[in-house]
Every structure is written in C-alpha cells, then in structure tokens.
C-alpha cells in the first residue's frame, strides 16, 4: 500500500526529473501508481472513501420500528431496559452476546434522532458582582480531634470573578450557620459584593404553597439587606447554576486531602488547631488569586456599620422538669430557674441562656432532633433528696458525667442494689460540690484497689486532698539475673544423661 509520504517524495523528485520510471523507482512505486497520483494531485489519505454501508446484517433491522416507538414515547428507558423486553418479545432471537450491539444502535439513534440535551452555557464573571456559598460535608476526609472522629460541615464562600474562597466550620445548615459564616467571610473580604447566589437552604428559601412558590425567609432578606446583597437562588436539582462553588467544593476537598497527606496525619488535638490549619490552606489557595482580586477590591462596597446579629432568639418558660425545649431538643438550666422565663440566644454552635439582663448559661449546641442535654450540677440538689427516681429516670444516662462515674454506679448495684441509687447521687451530689475532676480520680483509686465503693472513702480523699499515684505511675520491680544462671546449669536426670 503506498502511504502519503511516498506520493510527497514522488512529487518533489518530479519536480527535479522528468523521467518517470526513475521517480516512481525512487519513490518506492510502479509507474502506473506514480501517474495516478501524479495526474490526480491528491494524497492517498484523501483518496480514501469513506464506509456507508454495513459489513453484516443487521440483527434489530426486523424489530426497529418497535424500538423506535418505545424510545419516542420515553427516551429515557435504558439500552439494557429495551434489550430484555426485546428478549421477552422475541423468545430465543437474540442472545446476550448482542446487548453491546444493541447499545451502540441505542446510542446512535440518541445522537441522531433523539431529544435534545441540556446545554450549559459559560458565562463572563465581572469583578465584584457575584459571590456564591454553600455548605459542604467534610466528614469523608477522617478528621479526629483527641483520637474521636470530627464529623463536620464547612460553610464555603468563594467570589465568583477572582476565585477568592473562604471558609468556617459548622456542623448543620441551619440559618445561624449561614449568618455566622457569611458575615465571617465578608469582614474577611473587606467589602460587599452586589449579589450573593446560593441553593435552595431551607435556611435560605421557604416554600409557599403547593405548587412551589419560594421565596427568601424573612430573616435571610433581613441579612441581605444588612449588607447591601441582592439575593439569588438556583432552580431545584440544578447545581451547574451555582457552578462557581460547587466546583471549588471538590478543589478544596482535593486540597485538603493532600495538605493532611503532607502533614503526616489527621489527628488534631483541638478544633482550633484544625481551623488553624483550613486557615493556612485557604491563605495558600488565595496567593495565586491576587491580580485578579485587587481587581475585585477596588469594585466591593463597603461593610456596615456593624455585624448583625447571628443568632436567634427564643423566649421560653422552664418546667417542672429543669428543662428547657429549643429547636425540638431538650436542654436543661439550673432548678433555681422552674417556672421562669429565660431568654435563648441561639447560635450556630451553642446557646446563651439569659435572666434578668445577665447570661447566666452557655450550653453546646446539640446536632439534629429528638436529643437532650442534661447537666447534673443543674438537678442534683433535689435528686439527691428523691433517690427513688433515679432507676427510671427518662435522662438518667446524662447523671454519668465519666465512664468511670458509671462504672462506680455498676459495681454499687451487684454489691448492694437497694442502696445503689441512694449511695450514687451521693458520690454525684460531692461531684458537683467540691470536684468532678477529684471524685474520678477518687473512683479510679478504690476501684484500682479493689476497695468497696463508699462516699466516706471518696469524701476523705477529695476533701483531704490526698494524694493519689498517676493512672501511668507503675513500679516495675527489679529483675533478679541470677534466675537465667540458674536455668543455665545443667540437671542429671535418671538416664545418666546431663541437661
């Protein structure tokens, strides 16, 4: 067969020679083939015809119509779907070894005949107009902090035009989240930019009727109109319209992976440490961003006067029980306060209570619904006086500030069962008024010793401030050589033989 590059050396030596045996020789062909190319000028690649017709028989041809009137009606019903009705249809014409065959005619008929598909449209970004954010779940990554694992969101802010991204950590997509996070990102950014673009947050976006009207939550427009924004939310299912952030979702992601990859680990012995290290790697990111983001500065508008409030307030009577009900989940205040109102500051990580102008609880916030958080130091006055309620308390695995403190309860039930209760809210009872700290250390001492769990032993230890040997203080006694001389020496035994 005679390639392209023969003709081209077939034509610049008949250039130099008009002799056309000695070109065709040199080039590598007869003088039948060298006249051909030479009369027609064209490369034996652009001689070639292209393929129209099929090599084989085509197996669907018979039952195509059908095919085509199923796709027509629903294109999306899969090549394998349509092969096994086909299956059905036809008992024994067609075998498994012809689905791939079926899928390419599938695929053709997709590209050829079948419905258009969505196109997505690149847009030119301008500096300071849009800024997009969004939560993202960084869970995936095996953050621990103390060895526990840090199950976690990170509130991702990113301006659309230079890339600039920022962050915080946060566990729910609740409107305290996006309030604290957004306002942390602009006074970082030092400025405002015109619109902010974000999914359809229930924090964010409420649905109105039946038929799916939405608009912003009153207060997410509050927040927005603190600072200027106008507002943008994306269709529903549709993540390419908040393309800018969902794309530096994954980048971050990546980002982070390796930066823990080079750190050596994902331990960190506090949450702050951790943040430190997203602040380093958000700096990192952005040091490549800056022409484009002076650019975006000199556009921004200024920030308010102020921040706005990033909590929400609740007022709320406190029961019976010492507890109190935010966001269907069970906190508890002091007994001091039943029947009082309080006011709850809600933030995205904990919740202020307040009484009479003075703060007077900050309480971690709980994940989720359906949970409680009951502080023993809040009930214990009275619970110590009703013993008997302790057994089928609805909280009373809350009443275990340790492991150490259930343990202690454990061994005083199969020692002493009907005493059990009454004796523990004692040893509780010294924990809230002297030390938890030193009751624990306490238990681990007489339960070490194998000594009877007694609130006299335990109130004379931490109220004499003894003196109690570390978990890790082992005494290692020292070992006597002389027993490996002896198993040295040799033994006679009755054979005669020594050993």
């Known amino acids: 067969m005679v390639t392209d590059k023969q003709v081209r050396r077939l034509m610049k030596l008949s250039q130099e020679d008009g002799n056309i045996a000695i070109v065709a020789a040199k080039a590598g062909m007869s003088e039948n083939t060298a006249r051909k190319y030479l009369r027609s000028g064209e490369l034996p690649s652009q001689c070639k015809k292209e393929r129209t017709w099929r090599t084989r028989e085509d197996p669907f041809e018979t039952v195509w119509d059908k095919i085509g009137e199923k796709l027509e009606e629903n294109p999306g019903l899969e090549a394998k779907t349509l092969f096994e009705w086909l299956q059905r249809e036809c008992p024994g014409g067609y075998s498994d070894g012809q689905l791939r065959t079926f899928q390419r005619r599938i ?18 970004h301008s500096p300071g107009k849009l800024c997009e954010s969004d939560f993202t779940d960084m869970s995936s990554l095996g953050i621990t902090i103390q060895g526990a694992c840090f199950e976690h969101l990170v509130y991702h802010f990113v301006l659309t035009y230079s890339n600039w991204e920022t962050g915080s950590v946060c566990f729910s997509e609740s409107f305290e989240s996006l309030s604290s996070g957004m306002q942390n990102a602009l006074w970082e950014l030092g400025g405002v930019p015109e619109s902010h673009r974000t999914d359809k947050l229930s924090a964010a976006v ?7 009207k939405e608009e912003f939550t009153g207060r997410y427009q509050a927040l927005l109109r603190h600072y200027g924004l106008g507002g943008q939310k994306i ?4 993540a390419n319209e908040n393309g800018d952030i969902e794309q530096r979702h994954h980048r971050l992601k990546r980002a982070v992976e390796q930066a823990l990859l080079l750190r050596g680990g994902r331990e960190f012995s506090t949450r702050g440490e951790y943040e430190g290290f997203l602040r380093k790697l958000f700096d990192q990111l952005n040091a490549g961003r800056r022409d484009r983001f002076r650019e975006e ?3 921004l508008k200024s920030l308010p006067a102020r921040r706005l409030d990033d909590h929400t307030p609740f007022t709320v009577r406190v029961g019976p029980t010492s507890t109190i009900r935010i966001k ?7 007994s001091r306060l039943i029947g009082e109102e309080v006011n709850v500051r809600l933030h995205a990580d904990n919740l202020e209570v307040w009484y009479a102008q003075r703060r007077i609880e900050v309480i971690p916030r709980l994940r989720g619904e359906g949970k409680h958080r009951v502080q023993y130091r809040h009930i214990i006055d009275w619970l110590v006086r009703k013993p008997g309620a302790f057994e089928n308390y609805r909280y009373r695995e809350d009443m275990f500030p340790t492991s150490r403190f259930r343990m202690a309860y454990d061994l005083l039930k199969e020692r002493s069962p009907e005493r059990a209760s009454r004796e523990y809210l004692k ?3 010294l924990a809230a008024k002297e030390s938890e700290a030193g009751v624990d250390n306490a238990l681990r001492w007489l339960m070490d010793g194998e000594r009877p769990i007694k609130v006299e032993e335990v109130e004379a230890i931490v109220l004499t401030n003894q003196r109690i040997p570390g978990p890790t203080a082992v005494q290692v006694s020292e070992v006597d050589l002389s027993v490996y001389d002896r198993l040295l020496t040799t033994v006679e035994v009755s054979d005669g033989c020594q050993r």
Do not use: C, M
């Open 206 to 212: 409420q649905r109105l009727d039946k038929e799916g």
């Open 297 to 299: 500065l000199r556009t």
């Open 328 to 334: 269907k989940n069970v906190y508890s205040v002091h």
């Open 427 to 429: 040893i509780l009872h």
């Open 235 to 238: 269709q529903t299912g549709k």
């Open 107 to 124: 695929k053709q008929w997709r590209a050829l005949e079948g419905p258009a598909k969505e196109v997505y449209f690149t847009q030119n």
